[in-house]
């Protein structure tokens, strides 16, 4: 008689995140925003030693040297441990095979900072006004914002000289002064500001 080995393997339901990996580079003087996702997820069912293959999914977006924003449909793509994409099982099954994608592309621009300050020196001394450090902040947003704006504020408050007989040097997180909508681009929000005193001239 005839022996027929027959193999079974449990069958396993996954939910994975949809990552999103960009190629290429956008323009210069152009920066990244959150992109939309038609969904960020998907569910694969399937044999769990093919599961078990599976360590992230994701789709690719190319935003070489774009100046606008980037939108398409992508395929789903499966990678290994060590981030390369994998064919997966004909046996694998999907609960959707491709996402739709809004990749916002916005303008960075410079704007000004100026600062004043609050209180008055001590008797003897005047007040010079503020330096701050760097003068220039760089933004990205939506382009009816960045035309809104040419500089940013800071609050005469934030820098106190009441009393002062020196100069008086502070750091600000200028982060909470950026209006609302724009997106700072620098690595930093810490400024230098130096708000300067100086003895009066003597009188005869």
Known sequence: PMVVHVSTEDMQ??????????????????????????????????PVSEIGMVSSVGIEVDISEATSDVSGTAQ??????????????????????????????????????????VGEPAEGYIYDGVEVSPSFVSVYGPEELLDMYSSIEIPDSAIDISGATRNVTLSIDIAPYIPEGLILSEASSQISAIARIRRAPETS
């Open 76 to 117: 789903i793509v499966f990678y290994d441990a060590n981030g390369h994409a994998i064919d997966i099982d004909e046996r694998m099954e999907l609960s959707l095979s491709e996402i739709n994608y809004v990749q916002p592309i916005y303008r960075i621009k410079s704007l000004s900072i100026s600062a004043g300050a």
């Open 13 to 46: 339901e996954k939910r994975f995140d949809i990552n999103v990996n960009t190629i290429g580079t956008q323009a210069e003087g152009y920066a990244l925003g959150d992109i939309s996702l038609s969904q960020d997820y998907i569910y694969v069912n399937g």
